[in-house]
């Protein structure tokens, strides 16, 4: 079968591998569409952690597709089915596990990182995986394309619970990337009456528009901080969501909530300096910083029921297609920024 092998930092080659041969509590998914996630993007850059060096790997943990092949002891999935992963598969035994969140297990698996990924013609499914709930159905109503972009819109609404929005906020979006975007849907879905994106390229905040923004700031021509407070008049926002990996915008989220204010710092800095923090905004306006990373399994069929909803529209994220042999084009576009997410199809 084809699959795109991830050789070394920097080398992604379109390779002839065996199909996964697999046991009686595995399934086999047919993948049909695998999209391009910036951890994809930064494993070709730096590699990572979890991937020795000369350890090969297929990449891609936003993936969706149909049951080829299920093992004789395998129960709830047959042939046919439409499938999606969650991509963090928990030990099932440690304190986190215990309480849910197998994205925070210090001893995880994860598709595209220590497993065999979704840029590959048929991608193994473990029975580890099978066992805690992370392959799962996918409704008739959703497209492949669809359902393989619903994993980092879960990890947005695992995001989104630490800060408990509430009707009455005014949630503060930084960045309208494809995250920036999700995070604006789920606020309106879930009630959120003003919803405020801000980004320096105004196709992208036209996208956030289209998701459920209310209001949109291009901060190339406007002052967020003027502008939110303006908007509020003087007290701040509610929330604010961090989905750009710059300090000095982790640095200012203090200066654009009120009282009470609550930040998600959703964007991780790599090895970029620590910014500072405004101490005393949290300390006199009892402020609150919350960080958050990937989704639990629960974070992820919510989502799914979510995205199964009539009024919910994900086409505007999807602006790339590529086949499997582009992978390096896809990649490239992904990285360039000048579109939002890239999906990889197979027939």
């Known amino acids: 079968m084809r699959a795109a092998v991830f050789r070394e930092p920097g080398v992604i080659e379109i390779d002839?591998?065996?199909?996964?041969?697999?046991?009686?509590?595995?399934?086999?998914?047919?993948?049909?569409?695998?999209?391009?996630?910036?951890?994809?993007?930064?494993?070709?850059?730096?590699?990572?952690?979890?991937?020795?060096?000369?350890?090969?790997?297929?990449?891609?943990?936003?993936?969706?597709?149909?049951?080829?092949?299920?093992?004789?002891?395998?129960?709830?999935?047959?042939?046919?089915?439409?499938?999606?992963?969650?991509?963090?598969?928990?030990?099932?035994?440690?304190?986190?596990?215990?309480?849910?969140?197998?994205?925070l297990c210090p001893d995880y698996e994860a598709f595209g990182i220590t497993m065999d990924g979704g840029f590959e013609e048929y991608m193994r499914v473990p029975a580890a995986a099978i066992a805690r709930g992370n392959l799962m159905h996918v409704p008739d109503v959703l497209s492949f394309e669809e359902a393989a972009i619903l994993e980092p819109m879960s990890c947005c609404l695992h995001g989104q619970r630490k800060v408990d929005l509430q009707p009455d906020d005014v949630v503060v979006i930084v960045g309208a990337g494809p995250i920036g975007c999700f995070h604006a849907?789920?606020?309106?879905?879930?009630?959120?009456?003003?919803?405020?994106?801000?980004?320096?390229?105004?196709?992208?905040?036209?996208?956030?528009?289209?998701?459920?923004?209310?209001?949109?700031?291009?901060?190339?021509?406007?002052?967020?901080?003027?502008?939110?407070?303006?908007?509020?008049?003087?007290?701040?926002?509610?929330?604010?969501?961090?989905?750009?990996?710059?300090?000095?915008?982790?640095?200012?989220?203090?200066?654009?909530?009120?009282?009470l204010g609550r930040i998600n710092v959703f964007s991780g800095l790599g090895d970029q300096a620590r910014p500072a923090i405004d101490v005393n905004s949290l300390h006199y306006l009892e402020q609150t910083v919350t960080g958050t990373t990937g989704s639990s399994v629960r974070d992820y069929a919510d989502v799914l029921a979510m995205a199964a909803s009539p009024n919910v529209d994900l086409s505007p994220v999807i602006t790339d297609r590529f086949p499997l042999e582009d992978i390096r084009a896809a990649m490239a576009q992904s990285a360039s920024g000048t579109g939002m997410k890239s999906v990889i199809l197979f027939d």
Do not use: Y
């Open 185 to 259: 849907l789920l606020a309106k879905q879930q009630g959120v009456q003003t919803v405020i994106v801000s980004n320096t390229r105004q196709p992208r905040l036209e996208i956030a528009r289209r998701m459920g923004a209310d209001i949109t700031i291009n901060i190339s021509e406007q002052d967020l901080h003027e502008e939110v407070l303006r908007i509020t008049d003087g007290e701040g926002a509610d929330v604010v969501i961090t989905c750009v990996s710059k300090p000095d915008v982790i640095a200012g989220a203090s200066d654009l909530i009120g009282r």
């Open 16 to 103: 002839d591998i065996p199909v996964p041969v697999i046991g009686s509590d595995e399934v086999l998914v047919r993948v049909r569409a695998a999209s391009i996630c910036g951890t994809d993007l930064r494993i070709m850059k730096h590699g990572h952690f979890r991937l020795p060096a000369g350890q090969h790997r297929v990449l891609g943990h936003e993936v969706a597709g149909e049951i080829a092949e299920a093992g004789s002891e395998v129960r709830g999935f047959a042939v046919g089915d439409r499938v999606s992963v969650v991509p963090n598969v928990g030990c099932g035994r440690c304190r986190m596990c215990r309480r849910g969140l197998n994205n």
